[in-house]
């Protein structure tokens, strides 16, 4: 599994209202949801974003609320994998349980930069800024999360173990 | 090697005589929660899964919460589903209007969670509950379908910062103070991924209320979970309320932290968060020159009993000055009503004050007091992030119960002074 795209480059502390702002949040339906998707800090992005960009952020992504709208608005934009120097805790989890690929890199987080054209091999988390030419290895996910995204998300590894047991 | 409190709650959770830090388990779960906004993403990946049965009725709860009574049509939509789903599973800890509150102060208040227990809810605020020495941490929306399903979670075992609490707070800083101070120090992704354990002689002097108020902030310091001993005042307050027994856990005393972390509680001033982080902490007393055009008094952080009492002291007999808007949200139908006996509600109301049903509303920029462009609200909640209650241009000061009455009677952002 791999994605190349275009980086789109956020600060630390990116927080899921402006990720998903609540006021929106009396719907489910991640295909609306995903027309706001970061509004509040950037209006370009939903204009901007195609299938297999880059998102580029500093500490602490994800920082607030559980909502799973969250991972899901950025994974329905379009956008392949988030990188960044470290997740808050419930957006790592939730966008492993829902398929949204992402990885912690210090390194890549701090020198790629915006629209750097970049590819991303999630076996080997081999990050590759085109642009710059520029490689980066990004910690892999412990086995147990791999078999997670491997099926296709949380729930449909609960349901594998329950096929396979 | 000793485990700390959290460590010993999942070790039992996940059948493991001990666990370490690092590790993935996979534990059994008290109670799964879910509100009005989260639940209708589990139900939908609870469906798509081919799920048809909720592993255990009783261990369920589904709050109402955020958008009730229902905002919009939308809004009212996804509450039909989550009562549908409630309905159709029989679930028995579900609270629709008239009978929530706003979950973290309602959970606990109704003893649907106790000492002991491994919780997971589908709201960040879940690390409320750790108050009561139990486990419980915010999850998204899948976690809670296959918690709801299952009866089980993953966990990857968390390191612990340890917070020795000493002295006794000040008459007018309360919890709030407390965990804002604490936030200011660490900063907002300062305990990520790790337990926040309270201990230290400075414990017994802090409420139910304080308590639950500095776990439900865990979350802002990027924490997995906040978690209190159990001492007498929460066995007192557990007592003929939980509908389960409670189980009480210690750390050993040979438990490793991360970091040990002393808070003199005689040192706590009155703290506000400026914008547009809850780690952006400054003493009140140096924001005098801050006016503010909304005060918000309540939320899942600030709408339990301690809370209103503080308001009533400083509003009662007293007017709120011209140009705020001051709204008092009291946290579950319980509190509301016992501010109507004590003729609070009237005191509030001629101060010139609003009272709201209970409602998450204004805290994240739902309804009940959006703001507009340029506008500055100093609020009880807990999360002053760009947008958060309203325009992307207007601003949220964060602060105690007392600093927010005495500011809505001020106009300005102040400190409660004993008269």
């Given at each position: 599994m791999n994605t190349q795209g275009k980086v789109f480059k956020y600060p630390d502390n990116v927080d899921t209202d402006v990720i998903i702002p609540a006021r929106y949040l009396n719907t489910p339906d991640a295909k609306e949801l995903a027309l706001h998707c970061m509004e509040d800090i950037d209006t370009e992005f939903v204009k901007k974003v195609q299938k297999g960009d880059v998102m580029v952020a500093g500490w602490n992504f994800g920082c607030g609320s559980s909502r799973e709208h969250a991972p899901l608005v950025i994974k329905t934009c379009g956008t392949g994998c988030v990188i960044a120097k470290s997740f808050a805790r419930i957006f790592y989890r939730n966008a492993i349980n829902i398929g949204l690929p992402i990885l912690e890199c210090e390194e890549a987080a701090d020198e790629i930069n915006s629209d750097d054209e970049v590819s991303v091999d999630f076996d080997t988390g081999v990050i590759t800024d085109i642009t710059t030419g520029k490689t980066y290895k990004a910690q892999p996910f412990p086995p147990f999360i791999q078999n997670i995204i491997k099926s296709g998300g949380l729930l449909k590894s609960l349901k594998e173990g329950e096929n396979n047991g | 090697m000793g485990m700390t409190m959290t460590q010993k709650i999942l070790a039992a959770h996940a059948g493991l005589d001990s666990v370490a830090a690092g590790q993935l388990i996979s534990a059994k779960l008290d109670i799964v929660l879910g509100n009005d906004i989260t639940t209708p993403v589990a139900v939908n990946e609870f469906k798509k899964a081919g799920f048809d049965k909720v592993f255990d009725k009783d261990r369920v709860a589904i709050v109402l919460d955020h958008f009730v009574p229902n905002k919009d049509i939308k809004a009212a939509e996804q509450s039909k589903t989550c009562r549908e789903f409630a309905c159709s599973h029989c679930v028995s800890h579900f609270y629709d209007v008239g009978k929530m509150g706003i979950e973290h102060a309602l959970l606990p208040e109704q003893g649907v969670v106790t000492a002991g227990d491994c919780i997971i809810g589908a709201d960040s605020h879940t690390c409320t509950y750790g108050a009561l020495g139990a486990f419980s941490t915010g999850v998204g929306s899948t976690d809670m379908a296959a918690g709801m399903a299952t009866g089980m979670a993953w966990f990857k075992v968390p390191s612990a910062i340890k917070f020795n609490l000493t002295g006794k707070l000040p008459s007018n800083c309360s919890g709030k103070d407390v965990i804002l101070t604490i936030i200011g120090m660490i900063g907002v992704d300062g305990a990520l991924y790790k337990s926040m354990e309270f201990v230290g002689d400075g414990v017994s002097d802090l409420s139910m209320d304080d308590r639950l108020c500095i776990c439900n902030m865990a979350i802002e310091a990027g924490a997995k979970n906040g978690i209190f001993p159990v001492d007498e005042k929460t066995k007192e307050y557990m007592l003929g309320r939980c509908e389960r027994e409670p189980v009480v856990y210690e750390a050993d005393a040979d438990a490793e932290y991360e970091k040990v972390i002393d808070i003199?509680?005689?040192?706590i001033v009155p703290t506000v968060a400026c914008p547009h982080l809850p780690e952006n902490t400054r003493p009140?007393?140096?924001?005098?020159?801050i006016k503010v055009d909304q005060v918000v008094i309540g939320s899942c952080t600030n709408g339990r009993m301690e809370d209103m009492e503080a308001a009533y002291q400083i509003l009662n007999g007293k007017k709120v000055a011209d140009g705020v808007r001051c709204i008092i949200i009291p946290g579950t139908m319980q509190i509301l009503r016992e501010c109507v006996e004590r003729g609070w509600y009237t005191a509030f109301i001629d101060a010139g004050a609003v009272v709201s049903t209970p409602t998450c509303g204004p805290c994240l920029g739902g309804y009940m007091g959006i703001l507009a462009a340029g506008e500055r609200c100093l609020a009880t909640t807990n999360r002053n992030f760009v947008g958060r209650m309203g325009h992307v241009d207007s601003e949220v000061y964060l602060a105690s119960p007392h600093t927010a009455a005495a500011t809505a009677l001020a106009g300005y952002i102040t400190e409660y002074k004993e008269a």
């Open positions: - | 003199d509680l005689s040192k009140a007393s140096e924001l005098h020159n």
